[in-house]
């Protein structure tokens, strides 16, 4: 509980059921190794937080943005909504050093893993929401999506990344490029694909997701990340 109180302090956060937050960092491994504990995992609270951060950030767009269409406004949501993304938050407000993992986990680098920081984010949010109600969550969100949306906009991270990619290597290269799974693993309800770009016979990105087109999107995303730093390198 001690470590608790500590990540309740830095967030400035005081959760009234401690076991909300105790259950969002739960990682489902640590129960597997740990099957005596009268414990639940997170993924019921990530299923909750997804759907909150999915409408918070849609409100949020809308008032924002009054001058954007549809389509602007839910490639934006994606955009800040995204797996990265919130793993993204979840390093900015160090959940990683929180989550409690099976000994396999933590030795594969479960802690650093992108799934389960997106996860332990999304399950911090519902356990806000259920412990301190919507309001609560609103303010605890908006100073982490207004400069991220920020620099979205300013990147046009919210484009198609399989579109600019190709944009860029027919542009530059002349040549259209390819998408090839390259692994899968996981359940069959809750499978991660791994997808490569390439140009021809180079690797330009890797992505993992859900589904072959959501890994093919995060693989686009990487090759153009990568590119913008050899742009910039001098």
């Not at 900015?92 to 802690?111: I, P, T, V, Y």
């Amino acid at each position: 509980m001690d470590d608790l109180e500590a990540l309740e302090s830095r967030l400035g956060i005081r959760f009234e059921d401690r076991s909300l937050l105790l259950r969002a960092l739960t990682h489902r491994s640590y129960l597997n190794e740990n099957p005596d504990l009268a414990l639940e995992d997170n993924q019921r609270l990530e299923f909750l937080g997804d759907a909150v951060l999915d409408f918070l950030t849609a409100e949020w767009l809308y008032h924002r943005f009054p001058e954007f269409q549809e389509g602007r406004l839910t490639s934006l949501r994606a955009a800040l909504v995204r797996t990265a993304t919130l793993a993204r938050f979840a390093r900015q407000l160090d959940l990683g050093a929180h989550l409690r993992l099976g000994r396999g986990e933590e030795e594969s680098g479960g802690r650093r893993r992108r799934a389960n920081l997106c996860d332990a984010f999304e399950a911090f949010i519902g356990a806000l929401y259920l412990d301190q109600g919507l309001e609560a969550v609103r303010a605890f969100l908006e100073p982490l999506i207004e400069p991220e949306t920020e620099h979205i906009l300013a990147a046009e991270l919210d484009r198609d990344p399989k579109s600019r990619f190709q944009e860029w290597s027919q542009g530059v290269l002349g040549i259209t490029p390819s998408y090839r799974t390259v692994a899968e693993r996981g359940p069959d309800h809750a499978k991660v694909f791994t997808v490569e770009v390439r140009v021809g016979r180079k690797v330009y990105g890797r992505g993992e997701g859900p589904s072959k087109q959501a890994a093919a999107q995060e693989a686009a995303r990487n090759a153009l990340a990568k590119i913008a730093q050899m742009e910039e390198a001098p």
